[in-house]
C-alpha cells in the first residue's frame, strides 16, 4: 500500500512506477512536481522511477488558470 | 481527452567520443554532447532560441546503424542509440575552414576571434574579400535577433534578405517598421553588440534590470509553455479536460464535476476545428504568452446578425465550462454564445451561471413554460439559451428576468411563486450578488472561502486555491488556509496595481521552482523575483515580499472597508452557497457517494451505514459548514479583521491607513 499527498491510499504492486501512480490517480496536469518518499523524481524519470512499497508519494499541482 | 500525453518519454543509450551517455529522446545533439562535458564551438546557437543550424561550427560526426555522416549538433535531435564523434580529422578541417571564412569577413569581432581560436583559424587575409567588415561590433549574421523577435514575442519584423555574401539583417522593405514595439529583445540576444539599445521611454531607474528579467520571462514562455500548459497554442481553454478529469468542471449548475461529452468541447476540438489564426494572440502586442485566441469565418445561427460570418475573440476556459455548465456540450453553441454576450457587452460567466441555475429550476418544477415565454429550459437547451440571450438584449421576455441574476431571481421567485428560499438559495450560484466562476468548490474549502471571500464577490481572480487544497492536500490544517487566504489574494492584487499579468506569474513554471518546498513553490518564487525586480527596475527601491505583501494589503484593506460602507463587506456577504461548499441534492449525494460516505465516517466520525440519504446530506452540509466557519475565523485573524469580517483600526494603524477620511468610513458604516 502507498499513500498518495497524505490522502489517498493505493494498492502496491511490484514494478510500479510514478506514472503508474500518475495514470491511477488520474492526474493530468502537466505543471506537477513529484516526491517518492521526499526524493524528487524528475519528470523524465516517470515511466522508470519505480515507487517501493509504503512509499509516500507527493504530487504537487502548480496552481494556474484565467 | 485526445490533447493529454501521459506516457513518458524514451531514453537512449548513445556514445560520446567513447563515454556513456543517457539522453532524453528529441534532446539535441549540442545539449547531450555539451551535458556530457565535451566542448563544441557554435556561433548562431542561443539557450533560449530554436536551434536552426546556420553557422555549422556544431558540425559532429553521427554513426547510426554502421553508417558515418556529419550533422549540425544543435538541431540533430536524438531518436536512436547512436555513436558520436565531437572532433575527427575531417570535423576539425571543416570547422577551422568555417572559422577562417568568418575571420576573413568579420576579423575583429570578439566573438569571431574566439570561435577561430578554438577551431585553430589564424588566416584572417586567406578569405579577405571587398565585404570585409573591419567594425568590432559588426552584425555576423548569427539569426539570434530573428528568432528573438519571433520566438521571444512572436512578431517577425526583423528578417534576413538577399543571398550568399549579399545577406543581410532588415526590416520589410529596408525600412523602419513602425510595427515594431521596441521591446529590446533583438538587443539582448545579440553577441556583437550590432543592435545597440537606446532607452528612452519613461525614465525607469535601471532599464537593464527590467530588460534582464523582462527576457527570463520571454525565454521561459518561447522554450517551456509548449510542454507545460500550451497558452500560445490553445490559451486557458487547455483547462477544459483538465477540470474534467479532476472532477472540477462545472457540469449541470456545478452538481458534478466531470461529463463523457467534454471530449467535444476540450481544447483539442477547439484547435483542430474552430481556432483559425493558428497564431499566437495577446492583450498587446508583445505579449510573450499571448494566449488568446479567435474563430473567424463563423457563421451565426441565430440572433440578429444570423447568417453573417464573424470574428469570435475566444473561447477561453470560463466560456467553454460555462457550456458545460448549462449542458451544451457544443462548440457551436459555445463559439455563439461567446460572440452574443461580447457583443451585448454581457459578462459570458454571469450569463452562463444564470442561465444554469435557470434550468435546474425548470428541471425542479419552479419554473415552468408559463412563465419562460414557451421555452422549455431544460440542460443542454442550448437554442433556448441563445433565445434568452437576445430577449435579455433587447429588453424583452424571459430574458428580462435572466438579466437580473441569479440573486434577483432567487428573491422573485421565493416571492412570488412561493418557491422555496432555502433551495433557491442552496442551488443558486452567488455571493455578494456575483455569479460564481467556472470550478466546483466542493472538495476545496480553501477555494470556497477564496471565492466567497472575494471582494467583488466569487471569482478566481482573487484566489484560485483549488489544486491546492482539493488535490495536494498541502494545506491541511485551517490555519494553513487562512495563511494561503491571507497571502494569495495579495499577491494577486499587487499584481493588478502594477498592471502584472497573473496568467505570466503561474502558467509558465520555471524549472526552478523544483527547488522549493510545497507552500514555498507555490508562490512562483522566480517569476515574483522577476516582478520584483520590474518595480525596482521603475522606481530604484528595492522589493522583497514583505514589503510587497505590505503595499498590497493597505490598497486590499481600503477595498474592504469600501465593500464594507457599500453594505458587502461582512460575514454575512462571505458564505457561500450550499452547493459551493457540498452536495445540495440526493442526485449530487448519490453521484459521489462512496467519497461522501468515507468522508463522514473518517472526518466527521459518523457511520454513514443505515442512514438515509436525506439524513446524511443533512449531516455533510452541517459538517461543512462548520468547517467553512472556522477557516472563515482563521482566516479574518490572520487579515487583521473582526469577528464580522472588518478591518481593525489596529490593522489599519499598522498599515498606515488609518487615516481620517477612512476612519470616517468605518465610523459612518457603523453608526
Known amino acids: ?66 | 481527452m485526445a490533447t493529454i500525453t501521459k506516457a513518458g518519454p524514451k531514453k537512449y543509450e548513445i556514445s560520446i567520443n567513447g563515454k556513456a551517455a543517457t539522453v532524453v529522446e528529441g534532446t539535441y545533439l549540442l545539449k547531450a554532447v555539451m551535458d556530457a562535458g565535451f566542448n563544441v564551438p557554435t556561433l548562431c546557437h542561443h539557450k533560449d532560441l530554436t536551434p536552426d543550424g546556420t553557422c555549422r561550427l556544431c558540425l559532429c560526426e553521427v554513426e547510426v546503424n554502421g553508417k558515418k555522416r556529419l550533422v549540425t549538433a544543435c538541431n540533430y535531435p536524438v531518436r536512436g542509440e547512436i555513436k558520436v564523434n565531437t572532433s575527427t580529422e575531417e570535423v576539425k578541417k571543416h570547422r577551422k575552414n568555417l572559422a577562417e571564412m568568418y575571420l576573413g569577413r568579420w576579423p575583429n569581432v570578439e566573438a569571431i576571434q574566439n570561435i577561430a581560436k578554438l577551431c585553430g583559424a589564424t588566416d584572417k587575409e586567406k578569405y579577405k574579400s571587398e565585404l570585409t567588415d573591419e567594425n568590432p561590433k559588426a552584425c555576423i549574421l548569427c539569426g539570434h535577433c530573428v528568432r528573438a523577435c519571433s520566438s521571444f514575442v512572436i512578431q517577425n519584423i526583423l528578417g534576413f534578405a538577399g543571398r550568399g555574401i549579399k545577406r543581410h539583417l532588415t526590416m520589410p522593405f529596408g525600412e523602419i517598421d513602425p510595427n515594431c514595439i521596441e521591446c529590446t529583445s533583438c538587443g539582448y540576444v545579440c553577441p556583437t553588440g550590432a543592435i545597440q539599445v537606446a532607452d528612452n521611454m519613461n525614465n525607469p531607474a535601471d532599464p537593464e534590470l527590467i530588460r534582464r528579467h523582462g527576457m527570463r520571462i520571454n525565454a521561459m514562455m518561447a522554450t517551456l509553455d509548449k510542454a507545460q500548459n500550451r497558452m500560445r497554442e490553445v490559451g486557458t481553454a487547455n483547462l477544459v479536460e483538465v477540470m474534467d478529469s479532476y472532477d472540477l468542471l462545472p457540469v449541470h449548475n456545478y452538481r458534478f464535476g466531470k461529463h463523457p461529452d467534454t471530449k467535444k468541447i476540450d481544447s483539442g476540438v477547439m484547435k483542430s476545428q474552430y481556432f483559425t489564426q493558428d497564431a499566437a494572440d495577446g492583450c498587446w502586442l508583445g505579449c510573450s504568452m499571448a494566449c488568446a485566441k479567435a474563430v473567424d469565418g463563423f457563421e451565426l445561427k441565430t440572433g440578429p446578425y444570423k447568417g453573417q460570418k464573424v470574428i469570435v475573440d475566444g473561447p477561453e476556459y470560463e466560456t467553454a465550462a460555462g457550456g458545460s455548465n448549462m449542458g451544451g456540450f457544443d462548440l457551436d453553441f459555445i463559439v455563439e454564445y461567446n460572440f452574443y454576450c461580447d457583443t451585448y457587452g454581457v459578462d459570458t460567466i454571469s450569463f452562463a451561471t444564470t442561465m444554469a441555475f435557470v434550468m435546474e429550476a425548470f428541471e425542479a418544477g419552479i419554473i415552468t413554460e408559463e412563465h419562460t415565454g414557451g421555452k422549455t429550459l431544460k440542460f443542454g437547451a442550448m437554442d433556448e439559451a441563445l433565445e434568452c440571450l437576445h430577449e435579455m438584449a433587447r429588453g424583452e421576455g424571459f430574458g428580462v428576468e435572466v438579466g437580473q441574476g441569479t440573486r434577483r431571481l432567487k428573491e422573485k421567485w421565493a416571492k412570488e411563486l412561493g418557491a422555496d428560499p432555502n433551495f433557491l438559495n442552496d442551488i443558486g450560484m452567488e455571493v455578494k450578488g456575483l455569479e460564481f466562476s467556472e470550478y466546483v468548490t466542493k472538495e476545496s474549502p480553501a477555494q470556497q472561502a477564496g471565492y466567497a471571500m472575494a471582494m467583488k464577490g466569487p471569482q478566481h481572480d482573487e484566489a484560485l486555491l483549488i489544486f491546492f487544497d482539493a488535490i495536494n492536500n498541502q494545506i491541511p490544517t485551517i490555519e494553513d488556509k487562512a495563511e494561503t487566504l491571507y497571502y494569495f489574494p495579495l499577491f494577486r492584487t499587487w499584481f493588478g496595481l502594477l498592471g502584472l499579468c497573473k496568467l505570466i506569474w503561474n502558467d509558465v513554471i520555471p524549472p526552478s521552482n523544483s527547488n522549493y518546498p510545497p507552500n514555498e513553490a507555490a508562490k512562483i518564487p522566480e517569476r515574483v523575483e522577476d516582478f520584483q525586480k520590474f518595480y525596482e527596475g521603475m522606481i530604484g527601491e528595492p522589493l522583497d515580499e514583505e514589503k510587497m505583501l505590505q503595499q498590497s494589503a493597505r490598497v486590499f484593506n481600503l477595498q474592504r472597508l469600501m465593500s464594507y460602507y457599500f453594505g458587502r463587506g461582512t460575514r454575512e456577504e462571505d458564505i457561500p452557497p450550499l452547493r459551493a461548499i457540498g452536495p445540495a441534492t440526493v442526485e449530487e449525494y448519490l453521484s459521489r457517494e462512496e467519497r461522501y460516505d468515507k468522508q463522514m465516517k473518517e472526518d466527521i466520525g459518523i457511520d454513514p451505514g443505515g442512514k438515509t440519504v436525506e439524513e446524511k446530506l443533512v449531516i455533510t452540509r452541517d459538517f461543512r459548514y462548520k468547517h467553512y466557519n472556522q477557516i472563515l475565523d482563521a482566516a479574518y485573524k490572520r487579515r487583521g479583521w473582526d469577528h464580522n469580517g472588518v478591518p481593525t483600526v489596529e490593522r489599519l494603524k499598522e498599515l498606515g491607513i488609518d487615516i481620517p477620511e477612512v476612519m470616517a468610513l468605518l465610523k459612518r458604516q457603523e453608526q
Not at chain 1, 20 to 48: F, R
Not at chain 1, 50 to 65: C, K
Open chain 1, 1 to 66: 500500500m502507498i499513500t498518495v499527498n497524505n490522502k489517498h491510499k493505493l494498492d502496491w504492486y511490484e514494478g510500479m512506477t510514478v506514472q503508474d501512480v500518475l495514470d491511477k490517480m488520474d492526474y493530468v496536469l502537466p505543471l506537477i512536481t513529484v516526491s517518492v518518499n521526499e526524493q524528487l523524481v524528475q519528470g523524465v524519470d516517470y515511466s522508470t522511477y519505480e515507487v517501493p512499497d509504503n512509499a509516500q508519494v507527493n504530487v504537487f499541482h502548480l496552481a494556474h488558470g484565467g
